[in-house]
């Protein structure tokens, strides 16, 4: 027996949870369906932070209410319940192989203003399910878990979404099902989309670490493996812990020796970990694409990390999921009072605005591609050791790039007499992506069937 609402929403993360508040606040019949049997368990690898908290992050501020225990978008006008612990982030520093830093901010004077000197915030993210899924089910959604969809077929009239065993019936759909959906697959998305590889990443919650701060993103790089590999180490909101991730864009690496690299040979970072304490582990792989420009098509909107290029981060999935429920929630009532069609398109300014223009997927790739513009452990060493101030206090990805852009700018006449043959290399941040990894490209070709 099929079972009818007004809207599936296809995917219980950030987004797809989100979504489903905002729908069910308005009233309407939702079902939101999950491939996992336990929606708060925390199953891939995540860096468990609201990022870019003090400055604007697709078009929102984020504020974290601590006495009412909410997490507040204030341009938005939403927030939701988060009842868990957390640590602010009060800077992101990059060290380069040999231990010279890169300094997005230094936590000795942003600590001086609290709250509002964090640049993140770091949370528990199953709790953070939790708190999300009460709030969907108390707006009245029918949740249904263990549901793996594998087929989404639609109509004129409606969408019909099929999986382990059991079909959906709704007048819309929305897709919050990740960066590798396999709704927008199904859709014909991918065909349009341009591939540059894969994120791949393997990381531990860890204690008795040695770090220089418990309380900022600290990054580093490798050109140790074939293609560079990447350590990202973000506070947790417990005491003495931290999240320690390896990533690599390129399927050829093993991020086990990337990760023994870290924590056994670098003369700098090795010494962090000599007592460290190896917790809960987590992995995760993604493709990276080009984003979906128009986020909605057979009555399929898509929500959250399913139409971006990597991923939104966590502030800008839950924005996209709020935000795409809403849309849907206008939708129903405009073909039910006869009005004009206006809130899907809405949706889909948004996106492109907000998104597409302002927050350019070249910029946040570049986050990763940097070691393949300067393509030797002395190149960064040298740049990074240039570098006498603190970059503007940030842990915004996109922002984040612009002053790499112009750090880089001021430095040129020093380069150009110190290390001219390093300006070649300088220039290709402004080359096409498509070039600058093209060889990773070619090496982690997604499978044909992923098209």
Known sequence: MTNKYDVIIVGAGPAGLLAAKAAGLAGMKVALLERKSEISSLERMCGQ?????????????????????????????FSCNYEG?????????????NGNRLAFGLPEETRKKGDYGAVGLAYDKEILFRCLLEEVTAAGVAVFTGIDVDEVSTSDEGVTVSGSNKSFEGLYAIAADGTNSRIARQLGYNRDRTFYSYLLSKGWYMRNVKAPSMDILMSSITYKPVAPGYMFIFP???????????????????????????????????????QAELLDMHASAQYIFSPIAAPYRKRVLLAGDTGSCQELENSGAMISGWKAGSAIAA???????????????????????????????????????????????????????????????????????NHMGALVQSLVPTIQQERPELMPKLARMSQPMTEILADTTEACKPPAHFD
């Open 49 to 77: 932070t609201l990022v870019s908290m003090n400055d604007y992050y697709f078009d929102d501020l984020v504020q974290y209410n601590r006495e009412g225990k909410k997490i507040v978008f204030l341009n938005n006008g």
């Open 85 to 97: 612990p957390t640590q602010n982030c009060y800077a992101w520093h990059i060290f380069s192989p």
């Open 236 to 274: 947790r909101p417990y005491d003495d812990e931290l999240n320690v991730v390896f990533l690599a864009l390129d399927a050829r690496v093993n991020l086990d020796e990337v990760a023994d690299y870290f924590m056994k040979e670098n003369p700098f970072t090795a010494a962090w970990f000599a």
């Open 331 to 401: 939708a129903l009532k405009e073909d039910r009072v006869g009005t004009a069609s206006q809130g899907i398109s809405n949706y889909i300014q948004w996106w492109q605005k907000t998104y597409i223009e302002k927050c350019p997927h070249e910029a946040y790739i570049m986050n990763f591609a940097l070691p393949y513009v300067l393509d030797a452990a002395e190149d960064f060493n040298y740049i990074c050791s240039l570098v006498k101030e603190p970059l503007p206090p940030c842990w915004n990805p996109y922002a984040a790039m």
